[in-house]
Nanobody, 116 residues
Framework: QVQLVESGGGLVQPGGSLRLSCAASGSDFSINVMAWYRQAPGKERGLVALKTGNDAQYENSVKGRFTISKDNAKNTVYLQMNALKLEDTAVYYC???????????WGQGIQVTVSS
């Protein structure tokens, strides 16, 4: 069983930065595919960033501002968020796919609030 714990969210002013972390724990495994989603109040959850191998894709509104990455040694996935805007306010969720289990796993969600 793989468990994900997210951290790094909070309140930030427009133009500021945050780095979200998603630490994976459990049996021996490696993260093959990873992603971040977000859900703003009254809206559906949507994909923000997806990384498979060395290929990363981003939702249009975050291109050039957000970066998804992974530390293999720590089994931790990151989302670096720069130049944050009011419309980035949402609950952010990480999601990983593990080939050894054939399953995907979600983090618990973490609040990011951009406000002046």
């Amino acid at each position: 069983q793989v468990q994900l714990v997210e951290s790094g969210g909070g309140l930030v002013q427009p133009g500021g930065s945050l780095r979200l972390s998603c630490a994976a724990s459990g049996s021996d495994f490696s993260i093959n595919v990873m992603a971040w989603y977000r859900q703003a109040p009254g809206k559906e959850r949507g994909l923000v960033a997806l990384k498979t191998g060395n290929d990363a894709q981003y939702e249009n509104s975050v291109k050039g501002r957000f970066t998804i990455s992974k530390d293999n040694a720590k089994n931790t996935v990151y989302l670096q968020m720069n130049a944050l805007k009011l419309e980035d306010t949402a609950v952010y969720y990480c999601r990983i796919w593990v080939s050894s289990t054939g399953m995907d796993y979600w983090g618990q969600g973490i609040q990011v609030t951009v406000s002046s």
